[in-house]
């Protein structure tokens, strides 16, 4: 038999024993409720995390399963009924492209041309696809000089010699071919249906033909369709049917791209051609064809950017640009503050220097891109900046890119879909309406891209804009363009989509846009209405939006800058892959713009 002392012992073991399985069992159910409180707050602070943040003045479009935003209301819900049916980008973007050439006459187009910047989910590739305008085989490199060799715009600007062999059909048809699900018909119902039986006419359209109405008049065929009896302008809310557009249109459908550039609606801009002094012949539509290019590739900051390559000045521009502010802290300076601007406009110039002499269509000529876009260009570009003064542009010249060898009514709208394909589309018939010609009997505005070629060295286009020799007329070239279509990746995903129209203006809207987001850390309402800034070299002026502030200007009148405050510049259409949402904005400057998601 134990003795007492052992028993009390034993008692001891025992109690104290439970006593700790008991705390073990109250740790387990501690831990089990801590981890489930874990789980439960994870949950709840995922979903009370405010998308909208209270700091911000504006806000973006929110959705979780695809994203459209365009210029034009008509075209941003057609081309989201698209996704909502299950088709892909490349399908909403070719149906947005053919809507708005009968709801954004004045820069969406049939008659134009463009360029289309793909990122492709299944394959994680990037394409661009070049469907820009080419001058006719007849073309001549004096061709708009007058009789004293000087540039006569009437000529290069409103006359059958300005319009370019169109590539707006052929480019999107490609687009959808290849990377698209739907047919051409499904891609051209919404087209037909508004050219058809019509739309009211928004304020922004109304105001437009006020102010193209004397070029209109040139055209029989184009005041028929945009002005009642007597040249009056539809008012505001009366309803615009263009049959002859809906007749073409339904010709493509039916036929294909051989309609346009084959077919019945060749025969009608050619015989126009013929009796007004144009150049474009049948051969000249029958042998366009759109280029599937490499886009260029640049970094900022660790995000890669992802745009177009020539005949597109843009993507070149837009890279070079972001190497040089890359060496500075452009974050620490602030977002417009007097310093940062002053950087961005010396960077500005240098890169448009360098486009006066070195851009040009690389089925022609050499474009030194790799040392355009190379970093230790960019590096040896940035000494030159003098961090507290201007540089004249008089003392800036165009720079040694080859040294380097390393490895203004256009339209522009963007997309997104649930699969992770994105579409970045900037278009374009040059002018407002082009050259505001309509080809007769087909409804279609004809472009007036030839005076976007260097119609006399060192002598200005329409944007004030110099080419060179790079540049110069020649038959079935691609004229050199600023449009800028842009995709952004993040961590190998799709992160941001933008452009804009603006002419020479595009490619520092587009650069603005993605210093905002990246540098900024603005959300993508806020960084398309900040205040926007553009340098171009020369004429040696510092163009600023309304609203820059006060005392900023006054600092950088103090640097030496040129200050012009200047309308508002571009409309980019923008969305951003944040985490599982859709975020997007339309640019506020031009009126009837939208975006919208499901």
Not at 533 to 552: A, K
Request: aromatic share 8%; glycine share 8%.
């Amino acid at each position: 038999m134990p003795n007492n002392q052992e028993v009390n012992y034993q008692t001891f073991i025992k109690k104290t024993f439970s006593k700790i399985l008991l705390l073990v069992r109250q740790y387990k159910i501690v831990i089990s409720i801590l981890l489930c409180l874990s789980i439960i707050t994870s949950s709840v602070l995922a979903q009370d995390v405010p998308i909208y943040s209270d700091k911000d003045i504006f806000h973006p479009v929110i959705s979780y399963h695809g994203m459209v935003s365009t210029q034009e209301s008509y075209a941003t819900k057609a081309g989201l009924v698209v996704l909502k049916e299950g088709g892909n980008a490349v399908d909403a973007a070719v149906t947005i492209g053919f809507t708005m050439a009968v709801t954004l006459p004045e820069a969406g187009n049939i008659g134009g041309g463009g360029f289309m910047l793909a990122h492709l989910a299944k394959d994680n590739q990037t394409v661009a696809i070049d469907y820009r305008e080419k001058a006719p085989k007849a073309a001549t490199r004096d061709m708009f000089l007058d009789e004293n060799g000087e540039v006569d715009p009437k000529k290069s600007r409103y006359s059958y010699l300005a319009v370019g062999v169109p590539g707006t059909v052929a480019g999107l048809a490609l687009a959808l071919e290849k990377y698209g699900t739907i047919s051409l018909e499904r891609a051209l119902k919404p087209a037909i249906e508004l050219a058809e039986n019509g739309f009211p006419l928004s304020e922004y359209l109304h105001n437009s033909l006020i102010v193209a109405k004397e070029q209109m008049q040139a055209s029989p065929p184009s005041m028929n369709i945009f002005y009642k009896p007597g040249g009056v302008p539809y008012e505001v809310g009366e309803i615009l049917v263009q049959k002859d557009l809906a007749k073409s249109l339904r010709l493509i459908a039916k036929e294909g791209i051989q309609a346009f550039y084959q077919g019945a609606i060749a025969d009608s801009i050619v015989a126009d051609m013929a009796a007004n002094g144009g150049l474009i012949t049948k051969k000249d539509l029958a042998a366009y064809q759109p280029v599937i290019r490499e886009p260029i590739r640049g970094t900022y900051r660790g995000y890669e950017i992802y745009s177009m390559p020539p005949p597109s000045s843009g993507g070149i521009h837009l890279v070079q640009m972001l190497n040089i502010l890359e060496g500075f802290p452009i974050a620490e300076l602030g977002h417009n503050t007097a310093q940062t601007l002053h950087l961005m406009t010396e960077s500005m110039k240098l890169a448009y220097a360098d486009r006066s002499k070195f851009l040009g269509d690389t089925d022609f000529v050499t474009v030194p891109i790799r040392g355009l876009i190379s970093k230790s260009y960019a590096t040896e570009l940035r000494s030159k900046i003098n961090l507290a003064k201007a540089t004249p542009s008089q003392e800036i010249a165009p720079g040694n890119p080859n040294n380097f060898n390393e490895s203004n009514n256009t339209t522009h709208y963007s997309v997104m879909d649930k699969d992770g394909n994105v579409v970045s589309n900037t278009y374009t018939l040059n002018f407002s309406f082009g050259s505001r010609l309509t080809a007769t009997g087909t409804g279609i505005l004809l472009n007036n891209e030839m005076d976007d070629f260097a119609a006399k060295l060192g002598v200005p286009n329409a944007f004030g804009l110099i080419g060179g020799e790079l540049n110069a007329i020649e038959p079935e070239k691609r004229m050199l363009s600023s449009m800028t279509p842009t995709i952004v990746i993040k961590e190998n995903q799709p992160y941001l989509v933008t452009g804009s129209p603006g002419g020479g203006r595009i490619i520092t809207a587009v650069l603005q846009v993605i210093i905002n987001v990246i540098d900024h850390k603005m959300n993508i309402a806020e960084a398309t209405n900040a205040v926007r800034i553009h340098h171009q070299w020369l004429p040696d002026v510092l163009l600023v939006e309304q609203g820059l502030n006060g005392d900023t200007i006054r600092l950088l009148t103090e640097k030496g800058h040129q200050i012009s405050v200047q309308d508002a510049m571009g409309s980019t259409q923008s969305i951003m892959r944040v985490a599982d949402s859709f975020q997007g904005a339309s640019d506020p400057r031009r009126t009837g713009a939208l975006t919208l998601g499901y």
